[in-house]
């Protein structure tokens, strides 16, 4: 599977974006995905994470009740809508796929399929 992040961009602080990770390839549905971020400066942090099947999502406590992770199987994307944004927010958002959540959620080193990544930058 090959992923393409998009959605990022310049917002004030208290606005709202939406990534999309589109993937390609049609075992999409069977891949858990999720969405990281690094900050200039600062190591790769975990953001959020996605079963296969939607059933499960899974946020850092940064985002918690501000991001919401969804996916369309249907249509090979998933999605981060992020809401009261922060500055702290700011970094490059990249996505990610693997066959199991846990490892999205908790081995992101041993991650081998990655999207580009899209700028976010909210400014104070």
């Known amino acids: 599977v090959q992923l393409q992040a998009s959605g990022g961009g310049l917002v004030q602080a208290g606005g709202s974006l939406r990534l999309s990770c589109a993937a390609s390839?049609?075992?999409?549905?069977?891949?858990?995905m999720g969405w990281f971020r690094q900050a200039p400066g600062k190591e790769r942090e975990f953001v959020s994470a996605?079963?296969?099947?939607?059933?499960?999502?899974y946020y850092a406590d940064s985002v918690k009740g501000r991001f919401t992770i969804s996916r369309d199987n249907a249509k090979n994307t998933v999605y981060l809508q992020m809401n009261s944004l922060k500055p702290e927010d700011t970094a490059v958002y990249y996505c990610a796929a693997d066959p199991g959540v846990v490892t999205l959620r908790y081995r992101d080193r041993y991650l081998e399929v990655w999207g580009q990544g899209t700028q976010v930058t909210v400014s104070s």
């Open positions: 390839g049609r075992t999409f549905s069977s891949y858990a």
């Open positions: 996605i079963s296969w099947s939607g059933g499960s999502t």
